[in-house]
């Protein structure tokens, strides 16, 4: 069973009222990257290739939208998230990105994960997106799992 909105905002810090949709929370954008230089997934390890940050530039003097042509950036969201016990977490893009030929990649968000996340945006045409802009949605299902979460990314940009 997926939970309600108001139940993934529990798990999700700091939250507005706006950002609680039926059926999840909305993320919104606090930075977005290019990479630079290539990572690697080994059998033993990976590594994250360097990333460039992209600074908001639309041009008029609006310090607070990022102007992103076509290609694949690394975006990093601005709320901590957990994981409670006995969930999984999943992010889609919010349907507005989408209809403006945008698409985010994600991947599983694993029980007992806390942390600023990251998601991979696809841009096919060329897009604003001011900081802090809602641009996606958070859901919980409840899961069963063995263990929690305990890699790299546990407590990543949590201060
Ligand atoms: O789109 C996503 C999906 C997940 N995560 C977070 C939550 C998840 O729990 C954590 C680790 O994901 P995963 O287990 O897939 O990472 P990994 O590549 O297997 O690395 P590690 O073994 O160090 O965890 O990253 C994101 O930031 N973005």
Known sequence: M?????FVAEH??????????PNGVDLTVEAVFEQREP???GRDGKEIGDR???????GDGDTDTFY???GGYVLQYAETISIPD??????????????????LNTAVW????????????????????????????LVLAEGDH???YDGSYQGERVE
Request: proline share 6%; aromatic share 6%.
């Open 146 to 148: 063995d263990d929690t």
């Open 52 to 58: 460039q940050r992209r600074h908001p530039e639309a």
């Open 110 to 137: 694993d029980a007992g994960y806390t942390g600023k996340g990251e998601g991979l945006l696809q841009v096919h045409h060329d897009v604003e997106l001011e900081r802090g802009a809602r641009v996606a949605q």
């Open 39 to 41: 990572g690697r997934i």
């Open 68 to 70: 992103l042509p076509p």
């Open 12 to 21: 999700v810090d700091p939250v507005t009222a706006e950002q609680v949709q």
């Open 86 to 103: 006995g969930h999984v977490g999943f992010v889609y893009p919010r349907s507005s990105l989408m209809r403006n030929s945008c698409m």
């Open 2 to 6: 997926y939970e309600s909105g108001s």
